[in-house]
C-alpha cells in the first residue's frame, strides 16, 4: 500500500482516479496494518497530517503553489494532536510537565506564558536547524472585555506613535514626549563565531542527497556548532524585543527600567500608529550592478537584526487584547520620514538615510529623522499634519481590524472618537 503522500498522485497515473481525504481517511486501517510502527500513533493525528496534504492539494488546484512532492523524514516537520486524546498537559502556564500517551513520554516545560486557559490542540515540531523538538499548544481562553465598551460608545484617549529603526529600533511619541530604545545588534554581537564556525564547516564534507554522498561525523558536529549559535542569536533577540531596556526621557542605562517593552506601550495607550511597513521588500539584494551592495546588505542585516516584522507583530496582538487598535499608515502616501510635520512640506533629500537630523528650509523646523517620523504619524493619526488629510477612511489608513468585524467599528467610526483639542 502507498503512504498517503504517494497515493494521491499514484492513484491518478495507474487509474486515472482523484482521491480525495475521505477517500485516504477511510485507508487508515488498512494503512496501519502495511506499517506497523504508525499503531503507536493515535488515528486523529494521521487524520490531521491527512488534512495537511488535502489542504496542500487544494492550493495546487487554485493555482497557489507547485503540486505537492514526497518528503523525507529528515525533512517531516512533525505531526498534530487536533484533540486532547493522546497527549495531557500538567502545567498552570508556568513550567510544567506534557505527556504524550501514545508515545509514552513526558517532557519538562520551560518558561511561562502570559495568560493560560484549557488545552485544546498540540503540535509537536522538529527543527532540522537546531536539531530539536519543540511542542505548540493552543489553548482556549475565556474572552476578555474590551476595556472600551463596544461600538458607538468607543473612546480612545491615549495615543502613540512609533518609528522602527536601525540606529534606534523604536522612537515613540505620545504628543507630549518621546521613548527611544537602542537596537542591541545581536547579529554584530555573535558575527565573528558564527562566521568561524561556518568556515569551520566548509572544510568537512558535506551531505549531497543526489549524489548519494553522506555527511561526514566531523561535518555534522561543525553543523551542530553552527546551528546552536544562530539559535542563541534568535533567542536572544526575541527575548530582547519582548523585554528590553527601556531609555525613558532623563534616564541613564544603568537607571533605566527593565520592562517588557511591548507590553508597557500596549497597556499605557489605546491606539498603536506605525507605518504599514513591506520588510520582504525592504530586504531585498542590491540590484545588479549596484555600486552599493556592501551597503545594502549591511542595511538588510541591521533590518533583520532588530526584527521589524516581530516588533509590530507583538504591539499589534498586544494592543488589540486589551481592546485597542493598530493603525497602519501608507507609507508612499504620507511619506513620514521625508515629510516636515511643522509645515508639511515633502523633502525628497531627507529620504537619504545618511540624513540623520532634519533641517526644514520652508519654516525653520528641525530635529532627529526617527523622532520627525514619529511626529509626523501622530499627527496624522490626530488629523493635524499639514499638507495631509483629516479623514482616516479617506486617506487610505488600513487597521489591525480591517479584514474582520471586531467591536471596534469601522475607519469612520474611529475617526469621530478620536481625542479632539
Not at 568561524?196 to 555534522?220: D, L, M, T, V, Y
Not at 541591521?302 to 507583538?314: C, E, R
Amino acid at each position: 500500500m502507498a503512504a498517503p503522500s504517494e497515493h494521491r498522485p499514484y492513484e491518478w497515473k495507474a487509474n486515472k482516479k482523484s482521491i480525495g481525504y475521505f477517500d485516504q481517511q477511510n485507508c487508515l486501517p488498512d494503512f496501519k496494518k502495511c506499517w506497523p510502527e504508525y499503531k503507536e500513533l493515535y488515528s486523529t493525528s494521521l487524520q490531521a497530517t491527512l488534512k495537511r496534504v488535502d489542504l496542500a492539494y487544494n492550493r495546487f488546484f487554485q493555482g497557489l503553489s507547485e503540486i505537492p512532492k514526497y518528503k523525507p523524514i529528515r525533512k517531516y516537520s512533525g505531526w498534530t494532536y487536533p484533540s486532547k486524546a493522546g497527549w495531557k498537559v500538567n502545567t498552570d502556564g508556568k513550567n510544567g510537565t506534557l505527556t504524550l500517551n501514545d508515545l509514552g513520554i513526558t517532557i519538562k516545560m520551560r518558561g511561562q506564558t502570559k495568560s493560560w486557559g484549557t488545552p485544546t490542540t498540540l503540535t509537536i515540531t522538529y527543527k532540522p536547524s537546531v536539531n530539536a523538538w519543540y511542542a505548540s499548544i493552543t489553548v482556549k481562553i475565556e474572552s476578555q472585555t474590551a476595556k472600551y465598551g463596544s461600538g458607538s460608545d468607543l473612546t480612545y484617549e491615549k495615543i502613540v506613535a512609533y518609528d522602527l529603526g536601525t540606529e534606534t529600533a523604536i522612537t515613540a511619541f505620545n504628543g507630549r514626549e518621546f521613548e527611544e530604545i537602542a537596537n542591541q545588534r545581536f547579529t554584530k554581537t555573535l558575527e565573528s563565531k558564527v562566521k568561524a564556525a561556518g568556515k569551520e564547516k566548509r572544510s568537512k564534507q558535506a551531505p549531497n542527497f543526489k549524489k548519494g554522498i553522506k555527511a561526514s561525523k566531523r561535518w555534522k558536529k561543525a553543523n551542530k556548532k553552527e546551528s546552536k549559535l544562530k539559535r542563541k542569536v534568535g533567542l536572544a533577540r526575541k527575548d530582547w524585543q519582548h523585554v528590553l531596556m527601556q531609555s525613558l526621557m532623563g534616564e541613564t542605562p544603568k537607571t533605566a527600567l527593565h520592562r517588557k517593552v511591548t507590553s508597557d506601550l500596549s497597556s499605557r495607550y489605546d491606539i498603536g500608529v506605525t507605518e504599514k511597513l513591506n520588510t520582504k521588500g525592504m530586504t531585498l539584494k542590491a540590484k545588479k550592478g549596484s555600486k552599493r551592495k556592501k551597503q545594502k546588505a549591511g542595511l538588510n542585516k541591521a533590518i533583520l537584526d532588530v526584527g521589524f516584522g516581530t516588533l509590530n507583530k507583538m504591539l499589534t496582538y498586544k494592543i488589540e487584547l486589551k481592546g485597542g487598535i493598530v493603525l497602519q499608515l501608507p507609507t508612499r502616501q504620507l511619506k513620514p520620514s521625508q515629510r516636515c510635520p511643522e509645515c508639511g512640506k515633502v523633502h525628497k533629500s531627507w529620504a537619504e538615510l545618511s540624513n540623520r537630523y532634519h533641517v526644514c528650509d520652508a519654516c525653520g523646523f528641525e530635529f532627529d529623522r526617527d523622532k520627525t517620523s514619529a511626529m509626523v504619524m501622530f499627527n496624522a493619526a490626530n488629523g493635524k499634519q499639514p499638507g495631509y488629510g483629516t479623514d482616516l477612511d479617506k486617506r487610505g489608513f488600513s487597521s489591525s481590524t480591517s479584514k474582520t468585524s471586531k467591536h471596534t467599528g469601522s475607519m469612520r467610526q474611529l475617526g469621530q472618537k478620536l481625542p479632539q483639542e
